[in-house]
């Protein structure tokens, strides 16, 4: 089994925010790269799982290691980036991808804009958010490294936040409960 460091160290991607419209991550899908049909498959899956999907299909996307990283959690395997996934639908009334736009697409790359609007079961209350997403491919296409950066930062592995994010990634999968065989 890889480490969680060896994949952050062979995978993870730090864009300059600068080079996509200087960290505005406001997606202009008119602006949208044109992508093969496999990135593309990629993208919706992954957009899916943002939109509540928490389906083993969509999840087929991830290599079994692979890594998710965001302002709240840092997972170092697909079944706990599926811990993640599945917990949309129980915290969230809905969870709407409401525009996308591909800034970057290389074969082992795909970094794209995204607008998410969340609405809390509790609050009722929408909020828009958006964001720089960044998918690293390993050989056979399947993504190794999903980074989601918002509010134009990109959040440090390092001190209390990253005990937090880790946590989360490593415990949530108690309450969400994916399927043992992701």
């Not at 999840?59 to 706990?80: F, G, H, L, Q």
């Not at 690293?136 to 930062?153: A, C, F, I, P, S």
């Amino acid at each position: 089994m890889t480490s969680a460091q060896e994949l952050s160290d062979k995978y993870e991607i730090r864009p300059d925010v600068r080079a996509f419209g200087n960290g505005d991550y406001e997606p202009h899908p008119s602006s949208s790269l044109s992508v093969s049909p496999e990135h593309e498959e990629i993208v919706k899956r992954i957009s899916n799982l943002y939109s509540g999907s928490a389906s083993k299909e969509d999840m087929e996307v991830y290599a079994a290691e692979a890594i998710y990283d965001d302002p709240w959690s840092y997972c170092d395997t697909r079944y706990k980036i599926a811990g993640q996934w599945y917990g949309i639908p129980m915290c969230m009334a809905s969870s709407k991808t409401l525009a996308t736009e591909i800034v970057s697409d290389t074969p082992t790359q795909i970094i794209y804009k995204q607008k998410q609007e969340y609405t809390p079961k509790v609050l009722h209350t929408a909020t828009p958010v958006n964001s720089l997403v960044t998918l690293t491919l390993d050989e056979q296409g399947k993504v190794r490294y999903h980074k989601d950066m918002w509010n134009k930062k990109d959040y440090s592995h390092e001190g209390l936040g990253k005990v937090m994010k880790t946590l989360n990634g490593d415990y949530l999968t108690k309450i969400t409960k994916p399927p043992e065989d992701l």
